[in-house]
């Protein structure tokens, strides 16, 4: 399965959510796009496991943060897209917010200045 | 929002797994467009998805809500085990549909007497007066509540100012015609004073309440209720204003009382003013009662104090009329309680026997779990091995008890719907009856009732059947029977305590049962077979002179005596046993006058036609009886009954005395006779009476005659009204009825109880053998082998009998001792409601103990006789 080191992909507890919530800031997707941008916008660093991805999307279209739609894919296939809500945004700022101060906090605590300087780059 | 998602957890699962499908479809397309041959594709896309059960299970896990969950599970293993046994669950569900519809029935019945506040503003402020005498015979009959005169209500009004207002009402009866020749009709009616209605708080429907100009003697206003405005007058609002015909005078209709106002009781057609038709001679006297009070109180005063000022006002008119009977002393009581005076007693009664009943189906239940419990030990046993905890195990089994009582609840509701329509009916002393319905509230007292039921039935079983001695059975061999012995020790506690309930019930049944049969065979001192009775009031307008009124008493006597079938007819006031029909004081000028303080002699008024006594077989003990020449003014003649004689002429001949009656004319009556006693009602004590002549001529309210007959008095009674009919054509005639009939409505409260109690108590006696059989069967299965022992060993079939026989026995003898010594207190309790029935009255205790025996015997000796019938080669190979 995993090509690399199995800590390497593995995701940190919570952020997974916070990632999805990310990528539809973009546009509408399905999840096979989901687990893409994210492999690829980790530079693949971060592998998407799709145990957790779509229990994930179901949870968060429970929570009223996603919605979802069934339409035809980029090579026409029927597929199950997601949409960000109003509530979805907010949360998407709530937990960025949290987010930063997350690592500005661990990065102080681990002297690494350039994080605690300014969050992610 | 979130947990509804537990029940869309398919269509949840669904959509994951075409969503997956396009995952992996899209993965492939994209591995393949990398140029990797499409076998590969396709096994790599899998790969890279990974296990897609395991994320179905994931999300399905995410969807579910682990009550639901378990609940549901709980459901659906109870709904299968149930089924597994239908038998016994149709015995359950239907012993708790029985039990939880009659409770549910008589709560119904319970809440809308007792409990539901009356539709008036404010009614907890309510309450009625009355005056209260305080010598100890009137309390020894427990007579405590004394209707109202009218002077001392008015006096009770002007001079005390701790009650916001007081009002009265006063009984009435009117013939109402019509005008388009419609039929005649007796109405029911009040005289409620004008400030009654608004003292209330009640609101007409259409036009207006009373005016305090029109309370008076000469006032014609008029308040139709609901029922006649939309019986007789067709709704139609245009009715206020005209004119309707009461005993011939016309009366104004001001107004219409809405529908729901029943006070004081559904029967009542018309309202007028409190005064109204009221001889101004009677209001200043503080000795007539007739009168009810309705005061209500002030929100910042107490009821102590308020009441204390009019006890005082009371107490001076007492000693200002230290002779006439003026209580002494006034006491209040609860409108409701007012209401429901006579069933409140029977209705606790009622309740607390189907209380009973109800614990006796719950402990029934139990049981039956408790034996099913035994069945499944095994089961249990090896769930409890496996991991499950001890909770899970006692909710399921309790989940199988609530799924029989809901079944039953929802059967007891819908039998209730019709018991209580049914109860309403046929109890006819009931108050509000037509308020009595199945509302809101009553199916909430059932849900109640059905989650207590099934807690009471199914928790002990359970955790009878889940203790830690369950895992014995793993270890047990087939043959061991001790591992049953404790689970057949509960079953028989369990018994037990069902068969003392069921001796309660059945001794307080028995008790008054007895009473009734007690009351049922009292004499009321004159024939009462095959006599027909009815009633009519001759009207005012019509019959405005004495020798009118007589004139049509006797050519209906004479016509009534000429048609063949007819013995004798007897025309008076009050025929015996059907009501008081009023008292009043009198003097007797022989004696010296009376010590102050000394209570005016008191006596019963009736009225008789001089066939009256030997029509009706009443005996003459002393004199004559009336005859035809006492009439008119020389009707100053008077008949006593044997207890006024005794109790006023002791020691001396009252033939020839005179009697002084204020209240009947003011005048003197000489004593012609002395006849036997007759009872006003039945279970009351015998009053001293006084007979008038009947044509003395004047206008009596309510007439009745009795008709002797050949045969059947009820077949009599079309020619008899058409004779009526062709005198008076507008004479409505009422209670046409046997005189058994009459008597028998009189005793309507106790018989109702009286039978509805045994009901309750054979049902539960029903219920209790149906227990002792099931115990005593199963005991005997668990007993197989060891009978089969016996039995290879060379005990007689007459020896296992008696064994069974005993064992059964012993738990039926236990509870009817147990049921015998609760019997002797809780009887006490209705001691007052039984009629020459002592409370310890043992030919009842008897009785019930020989039943019980009877029925236990019988219910032991069939699986007692199923064991002496063993083979015991075959019971030794069964294992």
């Known amino acids: 399965m995993a090509r690399k080191d199995k800590t390497d992909g593995e995701m940190l507890k919570g952020t997974l959510d916070m990632m999805i919530l990310r990528t539809l800031v973009t546009g509408d997707a399905h999840?096979?796009?989901?687990?893409?941008?994210?492999?690829?916008?980790?530079?693949?660093?971060?592998?998407?496991?799709?145990?957790?991805?779509?229990?994930?999307?179901?949870?968060?279209?429970?929570?009223?943060?996603?919605?979802?739609?069934?339409?035809?894919?980029?090579?026409?296939?029927?597929?199950?897209?997601?949409?960000?809500?109003?509530?979805?945004?907010?949360?998407?700022a709530r937990e960025t917010s949290r987010w930063r101060q997350m690592i500005r906090a661990i990065g102080l605590v681990m002297g690494d200045e350039a994080m605690a300087d300014g969050g992610t780059q | 929002m979130s947990w509804l998602r537990f029940f869309r957890r398919n269509r949840s699962d669904a959509e994951l797994q075409e969503e997956m499908d396009a995952y992996l479809a899209d993965e492939t397309a994209e591995n393949i467009a990398r140029g990797v041959n499409p076998e590969e594709a396709r096994r790599r896309a899998r790969i890279k998805l990974g296990n897609p059960r395991s994320v179905r299970e994931t999300l399905w896990r995410q969807n579910t809500v682990s009550l639901f969950d378990?609940?549901?599970?709980?459901?659906?293993?109870?709904?299968?085990?149930?089924?597994?046994?239908?038998?016994?669950?149709?015995?359950?569900?239907?012993?708790?549909?029985?039990?939880?519809?009659?409770?549910?029935?008589?709560?119904?019945?319970?809440?809308?007497?007792?409990?539901?506040?009356?539709?008036?503003?404010?009614?907890?402020?309510?309450?009625?007066?009355?005056?209260?005498?305080?010598?100890?015979?009137?309390?020894?009959?427990?007579?405590?509540?004394?209707?109202?005169?009218?002077?001392?209500?008015?006096?009770?009004?002007?001079?005390?100012?701790?009650?916001?207002?007081?009002?009265?009402?006063?009984?009435?009866?009117?013939?109402?015609?019509?005008?388009?020749?419609?039929?005649?009709?007796?109405?029911?009616?009040?005289?409620?004073?004008w400030n009654l209605f608004p003292l209330l708080g009640v609101r007409p429907a259409i036009g207006r309440t009373f005016t305090e100009n029109e309370d008076r003697a000469d006032g014609t206003a008029v308040m139709l209720t609901w029922n006649l405005f939309e019986r007789r007058f067709g709704g139609d609002a245009s009715i206020v204003g005209r004119q309707i015909h009461l005993d011939g005078k016309p009366y104004t209709v001001v107004g219409v009382l809405p529908k729901g106002f029943?006070?004081?009781?559904?029967?009542?057609?018309?309202?007028?003013?409190?005064?109204?038709?009221?001889?101004?001679?009677?209001?200043?006297?503080?000795?007539?009662?007739?009168?009810?009070?309705?005061?209500?109180?002030?929100?910042?005063?107490?009821?102590?104090?308020?009441?204390?000022?009019?006890?005082?006002?009371?107490?001076r008119l007492h000693l200002q009329n230290l002779n006439a009977p003026v209580a002494e002393d006034v006491a209040p009581r609860n409108i409701n309680d007012d209401l429901a005076q006579d069933v409140k007693k029977p209705l606790l009664l009622l309740m607390c026997a189907v209380a009973c009943m109800l614990l006796i189906g719950c402990l029934n239940v139990a049981n039956l779990l408790v034996a099913r419990g035994a069945a499944r030990q095994k089961e249990v046993a090896i769930r409890g091995a496996l991991g499950a905890q001890r909770w899970t195990l006692i909710r399921g089994q309790l989940t199988e008890s609530l799924l029989i009582c809901v079944a039953g609840g929802g059967g007891g509701v819908l039998l209730s719907l019709a018991a209580t329509k049914w109860l309403a009916n046929a109890w006819k002393d009931l108050p509000n009856a037509v308020g009595i319905h199945v509302d809101g509230v009553v199916l909430g007292f059932a849900c109640a009732l059905v989650f207590s039921a099934a807690l009471l039935a199914g928790l002990l079983p359970a955790i009878s059947s889940t203790g830690k001695a369950v895992f014995a059975a793993l270890?047990?061999?087939?043959?061991?029977?001790?591992?049953?012995?404790?689970?057949?020790?509960?079953?028989?506690?369990?018994?037990?305590?069902?068969?003392?309930?069921?001796?309660?019930?059945?001794?307080?049944?028995?008790?008054?049962?007895r009473s009734f049969v007690r009351l049922r065979g009292t004499g009321v001192g004159c024939v009462t077979a095959n006599v027909l009775t009815l009633d009519f009031s001759l009207s005012e307008q019509k019959y405005s002179s004495p020798e009118k009124v007589n004139a049509f008493d006797e050519s209906l006597l004479e016509k009534l005596r000429a048609l063949p079938g007819v013995r004798a007819v007897a025309l008076g006031s009050v025929l015996p046993g059907q009501g008081n029909g009023?008292?009043?004081?009198?003097?007797?000028?022989?004696?010296?006058?009376?010590?102050?303080?000394?209570?005016?002699?008191?006596?019963?008024?009736?009225?008789?036609?001089?066939?009256?006594?030997?029509?009706?077989?009443?005996?003459?003990?002393?004199?004559?009886?009336?005859?035809?020449?006492?009439?008119?003014?020389?009707?100053?003649?008077?008949?006593?009954?044997n207890r006024l004689a005794r109790q006023y002429f002791p020691g001396e001949d009252p033939v020839g005395k005179t009697i002084h009656v204020p209240a009947h004319n003011n005048t003197d009556f000489e004593i012609v006779g002395v006849v036997g006693d007759t009872l006003w009602q039945v279970g009351k004590p015998v009053e001293p009476t006084m007979y008038f002549p009947m044509l003395e001529g004047s206008l009596v309210?309510?007439?009745?005659?009795?008709?002797?007959?050949?045969?059947?008095?009820?077949?009599?009674?079309?020619?008899?009204?058409?004779?009526?009919?062709?005198?008076?054509?507008?004479?409505?005639?009422?209670?046409?009825?046997?005189?058994?009939?009459?008597?028998?409505?009189?005793?309507?409260?106790?018989?109702?109880?009286?039978?509805?109690?045994?009901?309750?108590?054979?049902?539960?006696?029903?219920?209790?053998?149906?227990?002792?059989?099931?115990?005593?069967?199963?005991?005997?299965?668990?007993?197989?082998?060891?009978?089969?022992?016996?039995?290879?060993?060379?005990?007689?079939?007459?020896?296992?009998?008696?064994?069974?026989?005993?064992?059964?026995?012993?738990?039926?003898?236990?509870?009817?001792?147990?049921?015998?010594?609760?019997?002797?207190?809780?009887?006490?309790?209705?001691?007052?409601?039984?009629?020459?029935?002592?409370?310890?009255?043992?030919?009842?205790?008897?009785?019930?103990?020989?039943?019980?025996?009877?029925?236990?015997?019988?219910?032991?000796?069939?699986?007692?006789?199923?064991?002496?019938?063993?083979?015991?080669?075959?019971?030794?190979?069964?294992?």
């Open chain 2, 262 to 315: 029943t006070y004081p009781d559904a029967k009542v057609q018309v309202w007028v003013t409190y005064l109204s038709g009221l001889p101004p001679e009677i209001v200043p006297h503080h000795d007539y009662h007739f009168t009810r009070v309705v005061a209500r109180l002030r929100p910042d005063v107490s009821l102590a104090s308020a009441l204390s000022p009019v006890g005082a006002v009371q107490y």
């Open chain 2, 475 to 513: 270890q047990a061999s087939s043959r061991t029977t001790s591992g049953s012995l404790s689970r057949a020790t509960l079953r028989k506690t369990l018994l037990t305590v069902e068969i003392a309930v069921t001796v309660v019930l059945l001794i307080g049944a028995g008790l008054l049962l």
């Open chain 2, 701 to 879: 309210r309510g007439q009745s005659f009795a008709i002797r007959t050949d045969s059947d008095p009820l077949a009599m009674s079309v020619p008899i009204q058409k004779q009526i009919a062709a005198l008076d054509p507008e004479l409505p005639v009422s209670n046409v009825q046997t005189m058994q009939q009459a008597i028998g409505d009189s005793l309507g409260n106790a018989s109702f109880s009286a039978t509805l109690v045994l009901g309750f108590a054979v049902l539960s006696l029903v219920l209790a053998s149906v227990g002792l059989y099931g115990v005593l069967s199963y005991l005997m299965t668990q007993r197989k082998t060891e009978l089969g022992v016996r039995m290879a060993l060379g005990a007689q079939r007459d020896q296992v009998l008696r064994l069974i026989l005993v064992d059964g026995l012993r738990p039926a003898i236990m509870g009817l001792a147990l049921g015998s010594v609760a019997s002797v207190g809780v009887t006490q309790l209705i001691g007052s409601m039984l009629y020459d029935t002592r409370p310890l009255d043992p030919t009842v205790y008897v009785a019930v103990t020989f039943t019980l025996l009877m029925v236990a015997t019988l219910a032991c000796m069939i699986p007692a006789w199923r064991a002496s019938r063993l083979d015991p080669m075959q019971a030794l190979r069964a294992e």
């Open chain 2, 70 to 193: 378990t609940f549901g599970r709980d459901l659906k293993y109870a709904t299968r085990t149930l089924a597994r046994t239908p038998g016994f669950s149709l015995i359950a569900i239907a012993v708790m549909a029985l039990c939880i519809g009659a409770t549910t029935s008589l709560f119904t019945v319970v809440r809308s007497v007792l409990l539901r506040p009356l539709p008036f503003r404010d009614p907890g402020h309510l309450v009625m007066l009355y005056e209260h005498f305080r010598d100890a015979r009137s309390n020894q009959a427990g007579f405590n509540y004394n209707t109202v005169a009218p002077a001392d209500y008015f006096d009770w009004r002007t001079q005390t100012h701790g009650f916001e207002d007081m009002a009265a009402w006063r009984y009435w009866q009117f013939t109402l015609t019509g005008d388009g020749g419609e039929l005649p009709e007796q109405v029911s009616a009040r005289g409620g004073s």
């Open chain 1, 31 to 92: 999840g096979h796009t989901i687990a893409k941008v994210i492999e690829r916008g980790s530079e693949d660093v971060l592998e998407v496991e799709q145990g957790s991805l779509y229990p994930a999307l179901h949870r968060l279209e429970d929570r009223g943060w996603l919605s979802s739609y069934w339409g035809a894919s980029e090579n026409n296939r029927k597929a199950k897209f997601y949409r960000l809500t109003a509530a979805g945004r907010k949360q998407l």
């Open chain 2, 582 to 641: 009023g008292d009043d004081v009198f003097t007797i000028k022989e004696h010296p006058p009376l010590k102050p303080g000394e209570l005016l002699p008191d006596a019963l008024i009736r009225m008789a036609d001089p066939g009256y006594f030997s029509a009706l077989q009443i005996p003459l003990l002393n004199g004559r009886f009336f005859t035809s020449d006492d009439r008119l003014d020389r009707a100053r003649k008077i008949i006593i009954s």
